[in-house]
């Protein structure tokens, strides 16, 4: 597993702290907005601590996974970010997704772009990928303009097999991501 720093953020694998905020985060209907469907569904401490267990296996298993983003100033938890297969949209596939989710309160400060940059540098640098992708709601503009500040292009819209949800497909590959940097 890895650690990341930037200049405000510690972005490091899951642990048994982060299960309460990120209850929290994934209860918060406003946070949820844009996430699969729109609905929130069970959320309790029980299914949080699955997923703190199941992204700590995604690292040992794939060598890539997801991130608490940690404020460095503060030891707050902000939210998360991480490199996923997207299962939900196999047309894609085979493909890696970056993502992030993040608390309400940590909202408007930057931290999405300031802690996806670092991952996706070690996407490519590390894990060796051609390709990254991201996927959103169409309607979700903040994402979006973090998906361009990342160098992410509109690739296609999707309807998501599961739920019948439209999303957006954009991407970056390693040349792209490259040529961007100098």
């Known amino acids: 597993m890895v650690t990341l720093t930037t200049d405000r953020l510690l972005l490091r694998p ?22 699969g469907d729109g609905s929130i569904g069970p959320v309790d401490r029980a299914s949080t601590v699955a997923i703190v267990t199941r992204a700590r296996q995604a690292w040992a298993e794939q060598g890539f996974g997801m991130l608490s983003v940690i404020t460095r100033d503060g030891g707050e938890y902000a939210g998360w970010v991480t490199l996923a297969v997207p299962r939900f949209l196999p047309q894609i596939l085979p493909s890696v997704e970056i993502g992030w989710r ?9 931290y999405a772009t300031e802690a996806a940059a670092p991952l996706l540098a070690f ?22 303009r973090v998906m361009e500040k990342l160098g992410l292009h509109f690739v296609e819209e999707a309807v998501v097999p ?8 954009n991407a970056v590959t390693r040349e792209e991501y490259a040529a961007a940097r100098g």
């Open 14 to 35: 899951p642990a048994e702290d982060d299960v309460e905020p990120l209850l929290g985060m994934n209860s918060d209907p406003e946070v949820m907005r844009y996430i």
């Open 102 to 110: 993040f608390r309400r309160a940590s909202w408007g400060r930057g």
């Open 123 to 144: 996407a490519f640098a590390e894990v060796g990928l051609d390709r990254v992708v991201s996927i959103r709601h169409p309607d979700n503009d903040r994402s979006g």
């Open 162 to 169: 599961g739920h019948g949800t439209r999303v957006v497909v």
